[in-house]
């Protein structure tokens, strides 16, 4: 007879456990083991759940490097216990976190899934027992006594994503994610469905390591029309920085006035990685398709491609924790690591 899968539930915080407070209005966390008491259904489920919450769960605006190393330590403490995680996270920060672990994680061969809600369980609209009870049914899957998915996921409003493919598009729709440039690999209705093509293939023969030297020296720079000289000089100057994402327009392109290229020249040559990611909603960097462009490919600037920017950022404080030398840095960053870019693994 087939093992009855465990799971082990991780709740961060964020709004599918919290409540109003009826003096001020505003949503607050409480009491986790409350969380699990509004959904008896739980119990229907062909698994065993275990639950730990972190010591004070957290609004998502407010996670960090350390809550990204407490989680995946979490994780690790009790890869070998459990089949499955699933991990109950503030929606606004969700892809960060979940794009983070991503590159945590390596040769993961078990399911992490991020899940949250837009409505507090409580509520009676809540979307929060859905996404709760088919994220569990999802870090269950096995077939062949094996994890149907062994990489982190985002699962929301019916659709299982990669994890570090999306981004949260809507703070008012119940389909709050969406992943551009990559289609779901998993779809929730009558039936759970797979996209089997799409799902990476589990690493069970080698060894798990979970990297938590993340280096957070980094910035994002969104340019925009008139953006100034002194803003971009002081961001570029800022004492420690060690690498940046540079939001440009359309397919990678940006001013090409000489301040701009010359701030970018010079942080390049102070060993500051730059990193090229559009501002748009879908699809990617093709630096040198216009002239807008060029100069940023011939001075070194790398080519995010058609990363998004959470996974970007996380992907960059990874490699740069990992101390990858200098010249090998642009190919380590234009490279699929765990399938966040479209570019052969
Ligand atoms: N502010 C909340 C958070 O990210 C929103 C949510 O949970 O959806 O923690």
């Known amino acids: 007879m087939a093992k009855i899968p465990r799971i082990l539930l991780i709740y961060t915080g964020g709004t599918i456990g919290m409540v109003k407070d009826f003096k001020t209005g505003a949503l607050r966390n409480f009491n986790f083991d409350k969380l699990l008491k509004h959904i008896p259904e739980l119990h229907q489920l062909n698994c065993t759940i275990d639950s730990v919450s972190l010591e004070n769960p957290i609004d998502s605006s407010n996670m960090n490097i350390g809550n990204w190393v407490i989680i995946s330590e979490i994780i690790e403490d009790n890869y070998k216990k459990f089949d499955g995680f699933v991990v109950l996270h503030g929606s606004d920060t969700m892809s960060y976190t979940a794009s983070a672990m991503s590159f945590m994680f390596e040769n993961l061969s078990k399911p992490i899934i991020f899940t949250g809600s837009q409505l507090p369980i409580g509520d009676l609209r809540t979307d929060a027992k859905e996404n709760l009870i088919t994220s569990i049914e999802i870090a269950s899957a096995q077939e062949n006594g094996n994890p149907v998915i062994s990489e982190v996921c985002l699962y929301f409003e019916y659709k299982l994503y990669r994890a570090n493919r999306t981004t949260k598009v809507n703070a008012e729709h119940f389909e709050a994610f969406t992943s551009p440039n990559f289609p779901p690999i998993g779809e929730s209705g009558v039936h759970l469905k797979f996209n089997k093509q799409l799902i990476h293939k589990s690493t069970l023969n080698k060894q798990l390591k979970v990297r938590k030297e993340l280096n957070n020296n980094v910035v994002i720079l969104k340019i925009f029309p008139g953006i100034t000289k002194t803003v971009v000089k002081s961001i570029l100057c800022s004492k420690g920085l060690k690498g940046v994402i540079l939001e440009t327009y359309g397919s990678g392109n940006a001013p090409t006035e000489n301040w701009f290229i010359y701030l970018l020249e010079e942080a390049l040559k102070k ?75």
């Open 271 to 345: 060993g500051i990685q730059i990193v090229n990611v559009t501002q748009c909603i879908g699809g990617g960097v093709i630096m040198g398709h216009y002239e807008t462009s060029i100069t940023l490919e011939k001075i070194g600037v790398i080519s995010g491609n058609d990363i998004t920017t959470e996974s970007a950022l996380a992907k960059l404080m990874y490699l740069l924790g990992e101390n990858i030398e200098k010249n090998k840095f642009k190919t380590f960053f234009e490279t699929s690591l765990r399938g966040e870019i479209s570019v052969a693994e």
